[in-house]
């Protein structure tokens, strides 16, 4: 199985930050790769997929790249409902599998 | 507007059985495979199940192969879980999400139903 690595686990920002999340497959993905956003309480939601595709209606501040095993998340300008749990995702083979999370929270 | 609503969670025994169900709606649920992806309390997103669109291809987690069996009713925009042998690790939120050949991101996900698996 592809195992997804995501750094950091958690950290704390303030309101208007850039703020970037990273994720690492242990094995080439190409860009089949998918960043999900979730709120306490809330299923996830996607924001990108093809590692750097935005997903309709989802704000502009947030953004991917990467390609292969190395990939960035970065909110341009983080806003207060920004803080919540996002999770990287590949679907380039089965079994899915998602990183463990990065928890951003407000300072 | 696409919806996906899942259900029959709740508290089992180990050992016990549960079937868990996802009400599509919305779009043309047979031109799209389906998922079941779990989360434990507190804890993160783990991918548990998926089927093609006809049922042509399935895929299990190594940690619910030969215990869980997913399966849908087309005519019926159902996606089920059959769940037998659980465990206390089984406890989890499960959601049902949707995903398209050449667009494989999970898209939408239900609200999810919780399986509490405790004696």
């Known amino acids: 199985a592809i195992r997804m690595t995501q750094s950091p686990s958690s950290f704390s920002a303030s309101t208007g930050d850039r703020v970037t999340l990273t994720c690492r497959a242990s094995q080439g993905i190409s860009s089949y790769l998918a960043w999900y956003q979730q709120k306490p309480g809330k299923a996830p939601e996607v924001l990108i997929y093809g590692a750097s595709t935005l997903q309709s209606g989802v704000p502009s501040r947030f953004s991917g790249s990467g390609s292969g095993t190395d990939f960035n998340f970065t909110i341009s300008c983080l806003q207060s409902e920004d803080f919540a749990t996002y999770y990287c995702?590949?679907?380039?083979?089965?079994?899915?599998?998602f990183g463990q999370g990065t928890k951003v929270e407000i300072k | 507007e696409v919806r996906l609503v899942e259900s029959g969670g709740g508290l089992v025994k180990p050992e016990g059985s549960l079937r868990l169900s996802c009400a599509a709606s919305?779009?043309?649920?047979?031109?799209?495979?389906m998922n079941w992806v779990r989360q434990a309390p507190g804890k993160g997103l783990e991918w548990v199940s998926s089927?093609?669109?006809?049922?042509?291809?399935?895929y299990y987690a190594d940690s619910v192969k030969g215990r869980f069996t997913i399966s849908r009713d087309n005519a019926k925009n159902s996606l089920f879980l059959q769940m037998n042998s659980l465990r206390a690790e089984d406890t989890a939120i499960y959601y049902c999400?949707?995903?398209?050949?050449?667009?494989?991101?999970?898209?939408?996900w239900g609200q999810g139903t919780l399986v509490t698996v405790s004696s």
């Open positions: 995702q590949q679907y380039y083979s089965y079994p899915r599998t």
């Open positions: 919305g779009f043309i649920f047979s031109s799209y495979n």
């Open positions: 089927i093609s669109s006809s049922s042509t291809y399935i």
């Open positions: 999400a949707r995903d398209l050949a050449r667009q494989l991101w999970f898209d939408p």
